[in-house]
């Protein structure tokens, strides 16, 4: 299994950072989501079955590690990190994270926690539905963010729409783009590429205004490649 392979490079990181640093007393984990909080599981979809299939992240990272392991979403992790290091921690801060990057995910931090800690999968910001006649994604949601701004659905978008430009830069690579050859297209002020990330924002744009009237945040900080 390919996760046990990322268990064992994490534990071999972990060992080489103790050995430096004796005086780490636990180690925290950021992972992909859906995670299961009460079981410590990462659940993932199979192919061609809709049907998914936990990992049992923390009882597999804590067979191989000594110290004890915490482990969590990878954008509450995110939501924690900036509400520690930014503001000071401060418990009237409300703070919004949202982590747009394989997937879209977002976490909130209320009075000093973030929404998991008491509503363990709340603020599934991916699956906001931003068009009630949009596409499905794989999980059964209707136009949600995750078929608009996710890596897999954007690519696929740009190139539906890439016949309709003759000229793009991303020609060169129509078959076989990334979501890197888009952003570099974009910094040359390609026209596919420009309007492609700008819908892009525009969308999560969109699914970020919907939570400002129901929890009104302080700060909202969006992560990782596509800023």
Partial sequence: HSMDALISLIAEKVAEICRRHPHIIAV????????????????????????????????????????????????????????????????????????????????????GHPLSDFLSHAFEFGHIIINLHGEQCPNGCIGCLETYCSFPSFIRRTRERLSHFPDSLLQAKKDTFTIYDIISAMKAKDPLALAMVEEWGHSLGCGIASFLPLFFPDVVVVSDIMT
């Fill in 28 to 111: 925290g984990v950021a992972t992909v989501g859906p995670y299961v909080y009460n079981e410590g599981s990462i659940l993932f979809s199979e192919p061609r079955a809709d049907e998914k299939t936990a990992y049992p992240l923390l009882k597999k990272l804590q067979e191989k590690i000594s110290l004890p392991v915490f482990a969590d979403h990878d954008a509450a992790a995110g939501a924690l990190g900036y509400w520690w290091f930014r503001t000071s921690c401060n418990p009237h801060t409300r703070l919004m994270h949202i982590f747009a990057a394989e997937g879209v995910g977002g976490s909130f931090v209320l009075n």
